[in-house]
């Protein structure tokens, strides 16, 4: 059973900056596509970009492209999240998934689920 277990989040100011990590266990790390995700109050999730472990192709939601850089590190089995210049809008509760597979859009499209970690951006 793969887990996944996010930290990092916090209170930053907005033009800041955060790291957040994703550690995965029981599973095959660099089989895997993660995807970051964030959910904010009254507000649909989005897909935040996501990596393909063993090519290290990444992907970003136009949101966050040019601020936000996705990464992994295979010997630690963690992919991790590099927020910069962050927004007030970039605040939410942010959500790390696996599936074996290719990296997609959509959070049905993954089957394992970390707890979230949140992220708070004051202005």
């Known amino acids: 059973q793969v887990q996944l277990v996010e930290s990092g989040g916090g209170l930053v100011q907005a033009g800041g900056s955060l790291r957040l990590s994703c550690a995965v266990s029981?599973?095959?790390?660099?089989?895997?596509?993660m995807g970051w995700f964030r959910q904010a109050p009254g507000k649909e999730r989005e897909f935040v970009g996501g990596i393909s472990v063993r090519g290290g192709r990444t992907y970003y939601g136009d949101t966050v492209k040019g601020r936000f850089t996705i990464s992994s590190d295979n010997a630690k089995n963690t992919a991790y999240l590099q927020m910069n210049s962050l927004k007030p809008e970039d605040t939410g509760v942010y959500l790390c998934?696996?599936?074996?597979?290719?990296?997609?859009?959509?959070?049905?499209?993954?089957?394992?689920w970390g707890q979230g970690t949140q992220v708070t951006v004051s202005s």
């Open positions: 029981g599973g095959t790390f660099t089989y895997l596509a």
């Open positions: 998934a696996a599936v074996s597979g290719v990296v997609s859009i959509n959070g049905t499209d993954y089957d394992y």
